[in-house]
C-alpha cells in the first residue's frame, strides 16, 4: 500500500483554502466550519481544520486545511505535522492580509520545516495583486507564487503539481528557500 502525502492549505480567513480543498477533494470534504462570532467578511469560518483526499499520479493525498483566525493559531503546528508541503493561500483582493501571511507562514515554516509554494486568489477579479506582485513583497523567486482560482479545480491541480515537485527537490538534498 503506497503511503498517503499530506499537503497543508494554509493563510488567512477568507483566502480561499476550504474551496481550494472543495475544489480538489475525491471525496467529500470534512469541515469544521461554525458561524463567525466576529466580523470577518463571511458567515463561517473554519474552526479546526478542512480534509479532503485526492490521487495524483496513483499516489493518494491528503489535503488539510488550518484556520486562518489568530485565536485558533494552536491548530496551525498541529494539522502541519509530518506535512510533505504547504500552500500558502493569500487573497490577491486583500492585500492588507499580506502580513499576517507572512506571519501565518514564518510561523509554520520556524517549527515545521516544510517546503511551500504561495497561491494568490481570486485572479479570475479584476484589479487584484498579481502572484509576481506577492513574490515581490515576500522576496520569492516567481515561480514559487501562483495565480489561483480556488473554485477553479485546473489552477488547483497546478498548485499541487507544483508543491509536489518542490517537496521531490528537498527530499532529493536540494535547498529549498524558506521566508
Known sequence: MIKPLKIVVSGPVGA???????????????????DATEDIGKAKTTIALDF?????DDSPIYLFGTPGQDRFDFMWEVVCEGALGLIMLVSGTRPGDLGRARAILEFIT???PVPFVIGVTHQDLPK??????????FQLPYDRVF???ATDGDTCMDVIHSIIALANEARNGNPVVQP
Do not use: C, H, M, Q
Open 16 to 34: 480561499g483554502k476550504t474551496t481550494f480543498i472543495r475544489s480538489l477533494s475525491e471525496t467529500e470534504v470534512v469541515d469544521t466550519d461554525a
Open 52 to 56: 479532503g483526499t485526492l490521487t495524483v
Open 110 to 112: 520556524s517549527r515545521i
Open 128 to 137: 487584484v495583486w498579481r502572484p509576481d506582485d506577492v513574490a515581490d513583497y
Open 147 to 149: 495565480g489561483v482560482n
